[in-house]
Antibody, heavy 118, light 110 residues
Framework: EVQLVETGGGLIQPGGSLRVSCAAS????????ITWVRQAPGKGLEWVSV???????YYADSVKGRFTVSRDNSKNTVDVQMSGLRVEDTAVYYC????????????WGKGITVTVSS | QSALTQPASVSGSPGQSITISCTGT?????????VSWYQHYSGEVPKLIIY???NRPSGVAHRFSGSKSGNTASLTISGLQAEDEADYYC??????????FGGGTKVTVL
């Protein structure tokens, strides 16, 4: 079954760092782009980042300079390293697949919770 | 990177048709035919229901349809059913090679 699974969430203090991983099954991340989308409690979906198969990566202004996305094609994973975490980064983080040269997200992970609190 | 504008809530009776609007700018909705819509039940995973403005993925009910005029895209649910009660989000590719979501619309079936 084609799927994405996020791991690595948890409780972290403001200013701390956390790494969340997205592992793909039954397809290779090297042939797709992967987006990160988050949903803060009681809020809507917010686009966070996109990692294109060609290597380009883009970030929302709200996380630029603090989040870094990387790919490991050998492990078939895409990670997001979060640093300088803020209370407002508290959210469920989803990774989602977008087929190359297409412009939608057709497979989503179940999401993982990141809580930033002292 | 302002969010696309959606109404906070829309309601309708079973069997009725409802339309959710999604307004952006020339740099996103108006500049590309790359608007997608997602259905999201609380606690579950968002589901793609419309892509490229008006295309339905395999398995999505025909009562869901999409359109676009200028900087505004729309999702119409025809023959509203109780199971359609969920949050709906539009999303668009942008001129900066990024993405932007709408604020979401809560659909209530009366």
């Amino acid at each position: 079954e084609v799927q994405l699974v996020e791991t690595g969430g948890g409780l972290i203090q403001p200013g701390g760092s956390l790494r969340v991983s997205c592992a793909a099954s039954e397809f290779t991340v090297s042939s797709t782009y992967i987006t990160w989308v988050r949903q803060a409690p009681g809020k809507g979906l917010e686009w966070v980042s996109v990692s294109y198969a060609g290597g380009a990566t883009y970030y929302a202004d709200s996380v630029k300079g603090r989040f870094t996305v990387s790919r490991d094609n050998s492990k078939n994973t895409v990670d997001v390293q979060m640093s300088g975490l803020r209370v407002e980064d508290t959210a469920v983080y989803y990774c989602a697949r977008g087929p190359n040269y297409q412009h939608f997200m057709d497979v989503w992970g179940k999401g993982i919770t990141v809580t930033v609190s002292s | 990177q302002s969010a696309l504008t959606q109404p906070a809530s829309v309601s309708g009776s079973p069997g009725q048709s409802i339309t959710i609007s999604c307004t952006g700018t020339n740099s996103d909705v108006g500049g590309y035919s790359y608007v997608s819509w997602y259905q999201h039940y609380s606690g579950e995973v968002p589901k793609l229901i419309i892509y490229d403005v008006n295309n339905r993925p395999s398995g999505v009910a025909h009562r869901f349809s999409g359109s676009k005029s200028g900087n505004t895209a729309s999702l119409t649910i025809s023959g509203l059913q109780a199971e359609d009660e969920a949050d709906y989000y539009c999303a668009s590719y942008t001129s900066r090679s990024t993405w932007v979501f709408g604020g979401g619309t809560k659909v209530t079936v009366l």
